[in-house]
C-alpha cells in the first residue's frame, strides 16, 4: 500500500509529537523550573517591553521586573508566618481545652444517638506539650533536620530556587530573540494559520490572566474586610492570603478555609467563629463563582468543573505543584487547540464525504 504525500506529512507530525510527548514524560522531573520560568517569562515580558521603550537597557529592565517579582512571590510566602506565629501558641492552649469542651457538649449527644465516643484529655494533653511546645523556629529546625526523604529533597527545592531566577533571566533578556528563531522554524506556507492560531491563544491567556489578577486582588480586600467585621485578629494576613492564593484552584481556597477555621476555633473556641467563617467563605466562593469570575475572565477557557478537576489531577501527578499552577492556563492553549482542530475535522472530506 502505497502512502499518499499528505499522509505521509501526517505520519512524520504524528511521529514527531509522539516523540516530543515521551520526552516530555521522561524529564518531567527536571522540567518543572524550566516550565516555570517559560510561563513567568511570558507574562512578565510585557512588563520588560514597557521598561525598555522609556529607555531603560533591557539588562536593568530584566533585573528589575525580576527583583519586582520576587519580593511579590516573598511577600505571599511571609503572610504565612504572622498566622503560624500568633496560631501556633494558642493552639498549645486550646486543644486541650477544646477536648474537655468535647468531651462535656458533644460525647453525651453523640451517645445518644448510640455513638460512644470519649477523647483522652491527658493523652491529647501530653501529646500537646511534647509537639507544640515550641516556637516556629524549633519547628522550622526540626522540620528541616527531620526530612527523612534527605538531603535530595532540601537539595531539590534549593536547587530550583536557585535555577528558576536564572532560567528566568535569560529568557527575558533573550526573550523576543528566542520567539524569532522559533518562528523561522515554521515554514512558510503554514505561517498564517499558526500566526492566527498563536494570537487566539495570546488573547485567551492574555484576558485569563489580567481576570484572574483581578479577581484575586478584589477576593483578598473581600475577606480582610469579613473576617475583620467578624472579629477575626488574624484578619489581614488571612483574608490576603485566601484572596491571592484563589489562583491555585480549589486548593488556594481550601487553604485560606483551614486558616480561618482555625484562627476561628483558637480566638473564639466558640460556635460563633465556625459560624462566622461559614458565612464569610460561603459568600465569598459565591461572589467568586457567580460575579467576579464569569464577568472578570469570562468562559473564554471553555472549561467545564470535571475538565477542571481532570486537567488539575493530570498537571499535578506530571509536575507536581508546580503542575497545579500551570494546569488551566495550558488547559486553556489546548481549548483553542481542540477547537481548530474540530474546525478542520468538521470541514474535512472524511466528514463530509456521502455514503458510498
Known amino acids: 500500500m502505497t502512502l499518499s504525500k499528505t499522509q505521509r506529512y501526517a505520519l512524520a507530525w504524528t511521529a514527531l509529537a509522539l516523540l516530543c510527548l515521551g520526552l516530555v514524560w521522561m524529564l518531567s522531573p527536571v522540567l518543572a523550573p524550566f516550565l516555570t520560568a517559560g510561563i513567568l517569562a511570558y507574562v512578565l515580558s510585557p512588563a520588560v517591553d514597557a521598561l525598555t521603550r522609556r529607555r531603560v537597557p533591557r539588562l536593568l529592565a530584566v533585573v528589575l521586573v525580576e527583583l519586582a517579582a520576587g519580593v511579590a512571590l516573598l511577600s505571599l510566602f511571609l503572610l504565612l508566618l504572622p498566622i503560624l506565629s500568633r496560631e501556633l501558641p494558642q493552639l498549645r492552649e486550646q486543644i486541650p481545652v477544646l477536648a474537655n469542651a468535647l468531651n462535656k457538649h458533644v460525647s453525651p449527644w453523640l451517645a445518644q444517638h448510640g455513638v460512644h465516643v470519649a477523647l483522652d484529655t491527658a493523652s491529647i494533653k501530653a501529646f500537646v506539650l511534647k509537639y507544640l511546645d515550641a516556637n516556629l523556629e524549633d519547628w522550622l529546625a526540626t522540620a528541616l533536620s527531620s526530612a527523612r526523604i534527605g538531603g535530595s529533597f532540601v537539595l531539590a527545592i534549593v536547587g530550583n530556587a536557585v535555577l528558576l531566577p536564572v532560567v528566568l533571566f535569560y529568557l527575558l533578556h533573550d526573550w523576543h530573540s528566542l520567539l524569532a528563531r522559533a518562528w523561522a522554524l515554521v515554514p512558510p506556507r503554514l505561517r498564517p494559520p499558526v500566526g492566527h492560531f498563536l494570537t487566539e491563544c495570546d488573547a485567551m491567556l492574555g484576558q485569563y490572566l489580567r481576570g484572574q489578577l483581578l479577581v484575586m486582588l478584589l477576593l483578598a480586600a473581600y475577606y480582610s474586610v469579613a473576617l475583620?467585621?467578624?472579629?477575626?485578629?488574624?484578619?489581614?494576613?488571612?483574608?490576603?492570603?485566601?484572596?491571592l492564593a484563589v489562583f491555585i484552584p480549589y486548593l488556594g481556597f481550601g487553604l485560606g478555609l483551614l486558616l480561618a477555621l482555625m484562627a476561628a476555633l483558637l480566638q473564639f473556641a466558640s460556635l460563633y467563629g465556625l459560624l462566622a467563617?461559614?458565612?464569610?467563605?460561603?459568600?465569598?466562593?459565591?461572589?467568586?463563582?457567580?460575579?467576579?469570575?464569569?464577568?472578570?475572565?469570562?468562559?473564554?477557557?471553555?472549561?467545564?468543573?470535571?475538565?477542571?478537576?481532570?486537567?488539575?489531577?493530570?498537571?499535578?501527578?506530571?509536575?507536581?505543584?508546580?503542575?497545579?499552577?500551570?494546569?488551566?492556563?495550558?488547559?486553556?492553549?489546548?481549548?483553542?487547540?481542540?477547537?481548530?482542530?474540530?474546525?478542520?475535522?468538521?470541514?474535512?472530506?472524511?466528514?463530509?464525504?456521502?455514503?458510498?
Do not use: C
Not at 475583620?228 to 484572596?243: K, S
Not at 488551566?328 to 482542530?341: K, T
Open 277 to 356: 467563617v461559614a458565612v464569610v467563605f460561603s459568600l465569598g466562593q459565591l461572589l467568586e463563582s457567580f460575579v467576579l469570575t464569569p464577568r472578570l475572565v469570562g468562559e473564554r477557557i471553555g472549561l467545564s468543573p470535571l475538565m477542571v478537576i481532570f486537567a488539575l489531577l493530570a498537571f499535578g501527578h506530571l509536575f507536581g505543584f508546580v503542575g497545579v499552577l500551570i494546569a488551566l492556563p495550558v488547559s486553556a492553549l489546548g481549548v483553542v487547540a481542540a477547537r481548530r482542530l474540530r474546525e478542520a475535522y468538521l470541514s474535512s472530506a472524511l466528514y463530509q464525504s456521502p455514503r458510498s
Open 228 to 243: 475583620f467585621i467578624a472579629g477575626f485578629d488574624l484578619a489581614l494576613p488571612v483574608g490576603i492570603f485566601t484572596g
